[in-house]
């Protein structure tokens, strides 16, 4: 079973060099066989990046919810990453969780960091999806997109996937102590 990396290129925040920035750190520190997958909207003609175009998933951060359709992300567990993540070192630990647990996310850096009363629990910037995983997930998200937007604000799609999946696993819980650093570290 074939390990996808995904990242996810929506809208005009970010050109196209993030992808192949973050494909190149991938290759470099995963060092096991693996497909980069980039959710876009629209063409990009990178090598070794695999497309799948998904046009009006939704502006910015929501475009993220169609990584719960499982057959968008396609067979084999898989690892999201937002494209300004910077990959330092082996990445390997991210692929075992992948396969051993259904889901698992990203606590919230700013909850982390000591702002108890921040509402979201969850970062949606690095993700680990299960074989199969997250039907249910797309399916609500489909019927009930706009309504979800709306009441997120501007917490948006990580605090979405709280409400739908709030007992999620968080990857710092599941990695080597030091294995992530953030910016406030």
């Known amino acids: 079973m074939t390990l996808n990396v995904l990242c996810v290129f929506n809208g005009a925040k970010y050109d196209v ?3 192949a920035k973050l494909q190149a ?15 876009t909207d629209r063409q990009l003609d990178l090598p070794n990046v695999h497309e799948i175009i998904a046009k009006d998933q939704g502006p910015g951060w929501w475009a993220k919810m169609v990584l719960f359709a499982p057959l968008v992300r396609g067979v084999g567990p898989s690892i999201y990453f937002d494209l300004d993540t910077v990959i330092c070192g082996d990445i390997s630990p991210l692929a075992s969780i992948a396969v051993n647990y259904k889901f698992a996310i990203f606590e919230n850096w700013t909850k982390r ?6 509402p979201c629990r969850y970062a949606s910037s690095l ?11 797309f399916r609500k998200w489909i019927k009930d997109g706009a309504e979800w ?5 501007q917490y948006g ?25 953030g910016y406030r570290d």
């Open 157 to 181: 799609d990580q605090m979405v996937v709280e409400w739908l999946y709030p007992d999620a696993p968080f990857l710092q819980s599941l990695t080597p102590k030091g294995f992530f650093l």
């Open 113 to 118: 960091s000591g702002h108890p009363t921040w």
């Open 149 to 153: 937007m709306e009441r997120a604000g």
């Open 127 to 137: 993700m680990t999806f299960g074989n199969g995983w997250g039907a249910d997930i």
């Open 25 to 39: 750190a991938v290759a470099r520190h995963l060092p096991i066989p693996h497909r980069f997958l980039c959710i």
């Open 17 to 19: 060099s993030y992808v």
